[in-house]
């Protein structure tokens, strides 16, 4: 792995703002679709770039090989149900609000980390940061004006969204010696032969009227936050480590505020900024004391 030079770092902003921009795409495309289709589609639009991606580097797509059963388990936890999960939620919370907590994931992976990886359990500094990152959303939950009897519901149901991610990371782990590529395309895969169903017998998107802007959102978030954004992930992990990458995790929450103050009005009051430090700080003091981790498994 190489030093990150100004385009890597390009890249790794580039992301940022792509998956920063995904909350206020999922808000309005949920104006005209239901969870189970907004997934649907969103994972069908993205698995087209990443079929083509395999077939260019001629990687051979595994989704249906003996593993199928870890491939399929994979992608209802890391995929299915967070999207159907985040889009609920998104729908009745603030964009920004999904951003920041969707943005406490390392935090999450790490107390399911202690648990269950012989290797990643919690250090005193390292459990330092899990709780001040937590305390920053405990502090969400007492604004009032973003967070409420009418919506806190919603919130929650974003975190378990998250939690679900930190699960099927869990589970990605045991395809560490696969290429990204094909793990991702043939979980992606799985998602869709699982939320289908969901979509066709609950939901008859055929019945809909979706409009133009949620219909290009949901687009946007197939082809560009999933598909383009999970290549992009694919390339600076290969140059520059998983080490490097994780740092998208401080920017995402800082560009979903600036998207969803600018595009969607949404108003911003001085509990969540000072939520937002506390959550980073959290996420600094982890990834701070999980570095040593990282460099081992990396050589």
């Given amino acids: 792995m190489r030093e990150a030079n100004t385009f890597d770092l390009s ?3 580039i992301l940022a703002i792509i998956w920063g921009s995904a909350f206020f795409n999922i808000k309005i495309a949920t104006h005209s679709y239901d969870p189970f289709t907004l997934a649907l589609v969103r994972v069908m639009f993205a698995s087209i770039p990443l079929l083509v991606l395999c077939k260019v580097k001629e990687i051979k797509i595994e989704a249906f090989s003996k593993n199928w059963k870890l491939y399929s388990l994979i992608g209802l936890c890391n995929i299915a149900i967070p999207f159907v ?3 609920i939620g998104t729908a009745k919370i ?6 920041i907590l969707m943005s406490t994931t390392p935090l999450s992976g790490s107390i399911l980390a202690h648990f269950f990886i012989k290797d990643e359990k919690l250090s005193i500094p390292k459990s330092l940061g899990v709780l001040i990152g937590f305390s920053g959303i405990v502090l969400l939950f007492f604004d009032k004006v973003i967070i409420n009897s009418e919506n806190y519901i919603y919130a929650l149901i974003t975190i378990l969204g998250s939690t679900f991610y930190c699960i099927g990371g869990l589970l990605t782990l045991k395809l560490k010696n696969k ?3 094909n793990v991702t395309t043939s979980t992606t895969l799985w998602s869709v032969i699982f939320l289908l169903p969901f979509s066709l017998i609950f939901e008859e998107p055929w019945n809909s009227s979706p409009s133009f802007e949620s219909t ?6 197939g082809v560009v936050a999933t598909g ?3 290549m992009i992930r694919f390339r600076i992990l290969t140059v520059n480590g998983l080490v490097f990458q994780t740092q998208v995790a401080y920017l995402i929450p800082i560009f979903g505020i600036i998207f969803g103050y600018f595009l969607m009005d949404e108003i911003i009051t001085w509990r969540v900024l000072i939520s937002l430090a506390i959550i980073l700080l959290g996420i600094y003091i982890f990834k701070k004391n999980n570095k040593g981790i990282k460099r081992k498994y990396a050589n």
């Avoid at 603030?94 to 951003?99: E, G, H, P, R």
């Avoid at 290009?216 to 978030?221: A, D, G, T, V, W």
């Fill in 11 to 13: 890249l790794l902003i």
């Fill in 179 to 181: 290429k990204n590529e």
């Fill in 85 to 87: 999960l985040i889009a």
């Fill in 94 to 99: 603030n964009s920004y609000l999904a951003a």
């Fill in 216 to 221: 290009l959102s949901l687009l946007y978030l």
């Fill in 228 to 230: 383009l954004a999970w």
